[in-house]
């Protein structure tokens, strides 16, 4: 079969796992929204023992549950899944030279172990591209019902909230506003012989702060300096920053995937020479 069909459908797969990613983005902002604004209702309420409250109840705690279902599809939707992508290009040369010491050893002729080994590894290839694209396509698969499944269950939980976005609003227009008297029941009086003696001793104080004197300064012990010793050059010399650990990305596999045609193309113009 074609190498292409396998390639395109590589790439495609690798491509939706993006957009997948990206997708989540929508849901995350639009429960959030949703949930701050039903929280600020369910705080704000004037709750009682009337028809109306039960009916406010009742679709604010629709509302919430379907938010958690939707919360919970895109956690199913994130969580729990892993790519393939096609062995790096060293691995693939280190291959390839097996193949050829491979039909070396078994007797094959000089002018046929390069085509009998390209056509071996061209049938490694698209058996390996065949998989990751079978695997990468199931997770996306997956990945989109749960994102679907999780845009449905914020489109309810919308239409629970704005349901019951008129009994929020009935009751905070007709409710009458709660005025607070406050009432000082023991004040504290003051006695004027009380202030007079304390402005007696501020006064007496700040007479006193005038008069003391300050104390002489004291000079300066002078102390004879030993000569430092020279600094002992014992540090070892620096290794260099340590190596970067991360996780694949994008573009990581893009860079594989074009070395990964450049040697296969290099392997090709070896076997026509």
């Not at 069909?5 to 590589?10: E, P, R, T």
């Not at 193949?99 to 172990?113: C, E, M, P």
């Not at 596999?253 to 074009?258: D, G, L, P, Q, R």
């Amino acid at each position: 079969m074609n190498r292409e069909i396998y390639q395109k459908q590589y790439d495609f797969e690798l491509e939706q796992r993006n957009a997948i990613a990206s997708s989540t983005n929508t849901p995350v902002v639009s429960i959030t929204v949703i949930g701050g604004a039903l929280a600020s209702m369910v705080v704000a309420f004037p709750y009682s023992r009337e028809a109306i409250t039960f009916g406010f109840l009742a679709f604010a705690m629709l509302s919430a549950i379907s938010a958690v279902v939707a919360l919970v599809y895109i956690f199913r939707s994130v969580i729990g899944y892993s790519y393939q992508k096609i062995p790096s290009p060293v691995a693939l040369t280190a291959h390839f030279e097996e193949l050829k010491n491979w039909h070396r050893n078994n007797g094959t002729s000089q002018d046929q172990i390069i085509a009998e080994s390209k056509k071996d590894f061209d049938t490694y290839f698209e058996a390996r591209l065949s998989e990751a694209s079978e695997h990468n396509g199931n997770n996306n698969l997956r990945r989109g019902n749960y994102i679907h499944d999780s845009t449905v269950a914020i489109a309810i939980a919308l239409a629970f909230m704005v349901l019951c976005s008129p009994f929020f609003i009935y009751v905070k227009s007709n409710s009458k506003e709660n005025t607070h008297k406050v009432e000082v029941v023991n004040p504290i009086t003051l006695n004027s012989e009380v202030v007079n003696m304390a402005g007696n001793d501020n006064s007496g104080n700040s007479g006193d702060t005038g008069s003391q004197s300050t104390a002489p300064n004291q000079q300066p012990a002078t102390t004879t300096q030993q000569p430092c010793a020279p600094a002992q050059t014992t540090q070892p010399k620096p290794s260099g920053p340590p190596n970067i650990v991360f996780k694949g990305s994008v573009s990581t596999t893009a860079k594989t995937m074009s070395t990964t045609k450049g040697t296969s193309s290099g392997s090709s113009e070896g076997g026509n020479k």
